[in-house]
C-alpha cells in the first residue's frame, strides 16, 4: 500500500517546469499513429512488486513510451526489448507490455527510472536528475528490505545508483567510483545491493547490434543469481 501511495504522490509532482511543459505539450500534440488514445503525460511511477529482488533502473520515460501508456517501459521499442528478455527470464508473465491493463506481471522485479518525467532529446538537465532523486530514493527505501540487486541500463542509470547507496542506506559510495561498464558488477558489504551495468534497451544500441538478446539473456541470469533467487 506504501508503494501504491508513493505511485500515487509522483504521479501529481510538478517540480520541474522544463520537464512538465514538454511532458504536456506532448501529451496534446502527440503523435500521429496515436491521435486517438489519451497520453498519461505525466510523471511516470515504477512497475512491479514491492517485494522484488531485482531492481532495473532505467533513464526517464519515452515521449511516446510511458509518456503516453502511463507505465514505464511500456509502448516503446525499448520496453518490447526489454520486457521480452524479462519473460525470457522467468520475470515476466508475458513478453509484451502495450497499456497499463494488458495483464503485464513482473516477478522478483521493479522496474523503475532515474528521473520520472520525459525528458526532451531523452537528455534531463542535471537539475532535473538531482530534483527528481528523491522520489527513486523513497521508492528504493520501500523495496530495501528485498532488494538484492539493480541492473542499471545505461551509464546515466549506473550514476544514479551512487546518490541512493548513500540516501537509502547511509553507505559512502567507492572512491573512485567504478566506471559504466555492460556486464561491470559491483558489490559492497553486506547489506548492500549488487549493482550490475547492462547497455541501455534503446533502438540506439538494438538496431545496431551493439545489446543483443543474448546478451540481456546474460545480465537477467546473473542477477537471478546474485538475488539468490
Ligand atoms: Fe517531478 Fe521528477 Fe517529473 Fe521533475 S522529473 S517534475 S521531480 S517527477
Redo the contacts with the bound molecule.
Keep these: 500500500a506504501e508503494l501504491g501511495e508513493l505511485d500515487a504522490a509522483?504521479?501529481e509532482?510538478?517540480?520541474?517546469p522544463r520537464?512538465?511543459s514538454w511532458?504536456e505539450e506532448v501529451a496534446a500534440t502527440k503523435r500521429a499513429a496515436f491521435r486517438d488514445q489519451e497520453y498519461w503525460g505525466r510523471?511516470v511511477p515504477g512497475f512491479g512488486p514491492a517485494d522484488a529482488e531485482i531492481g532495473i533502473l532505467g533513464l526517464?520515460p519515452a515521449a511516446h513510451g510511458g509518456n503516453r501508456t502511463g507505465r514505464i517501459f511500456t509502448g516503446d521499442r525499448s520496453g518490447d526489448v526489454l520486457f521480452a528478455a524479462l519473460h525470457r527470464a522467468g520475470l515476466a508473465n508475458q513478453a509484451t507490455s502495450v497499456s497499463r491493463d494488458d495483464g503485464l506481471t513482473l516477478h522478483h522485479t521493479r522496474v523503475f527510472a532515474a528521473?520520472?518525467?520525459a525528458?526532451p532529446d531523452n537528455k534531463?538537465t542535471p537539475a532535473?536528475r538531482d530534483?527528481?532523486a528523491?522520489?527513486l530514493h523513497r521508492e528504493m527505501e520501500l523495496v530495501r528490505p528485498t532488494m538484492r540487486v539493480v541492473v542499471a541500463l545505461g551509464g546515466f542509470a549506473w550514476s544514479a545508483f551512487w546518490p541512493a547507496l548513500t540516501a537509502v542506506y547511509g553507505a559512502r559510495p567507492p572512491v573512485p567510483r567504478p566506471a559504466f561498464g555492460h556486464g561491470t558488477l559491483w558489490q559492497g558489504p553486506a547489506g548492500l545491493p549488487a549493482l550490475l551495468g547492462c547497455y541501455h534497451v534503446s533502438q540506439q544500441n538494438t538496431f545496431t547490434g551493439r545489446l543483443t538478446p543474448a546478451m540481456l539473456d546474460d545480465v537477467f541470469a546473473r542477477a537471478i543469481d546474485l538475488a539468490g533467487l
Excluded: Q
Design positions: 509522483v504521479s509532482c510538478r517540480a520541474c520537464l512538465v511532458r510523471p526517464a528521473v520520472r518525467c525528458p534531463p532535473e530534483t527528481c528523491p522520489w
